[in-house]
């Protein structure tokens, strides 16, 4: 699952529960059931992908805010950070500066 979310936001693209059930020929329902059985769920793998890959470009590009949050499939910034602030229990702007310092101004 995670290999597959990683490769579709490599491209841009957010993958859906649809799509992933596809890719492992089973449905939706039986997808979720096994995940939970193994203690996990679709939202905690992507949460998991989506808090590396934001985090990755905090800490390692000058894209702005906006600009990952687009990337990450999020349509308002505003979500983006509410999800970035309960993954990390910090703002991305407060993570970014903790991890690079004051941009040079």
């Known amino acids: 699952m995670r290999r597959l979310i990683e490769h579709d936001l490599a491209r841009r693209h957010v993958t859906t529960a649809d799509e992933l059930a596809a890719a492992v020929v089973t ?8 995940l939970r ?16 890959a934001a985090e990755t470009a905090l800490k390692t590009t000058d894209e702005p805010i906006a600009a990952i949050a687009a990337r990450l499939g999020f349509s308002e910034t505003s979500a983006f950070t509410r999800a970035f602030r309960r993954w990390t229990g910090e703002s991305p702007a407060r ?3 903790r991890h690079r310092g ?3 101004g």
């Open 27 to 34: 449905s939706v329902p039986t997808l979720r059931r096994r």
């Open 102 to 104: 004051s941009p040079a």
């Open 37 to 52: 059985e193994e203690g996990s769920s679709l939202r905690r793998i992507r949460d998991d992908v989506l808090v590396k």
């Open 95 to 97: 993570f970014r500066l």
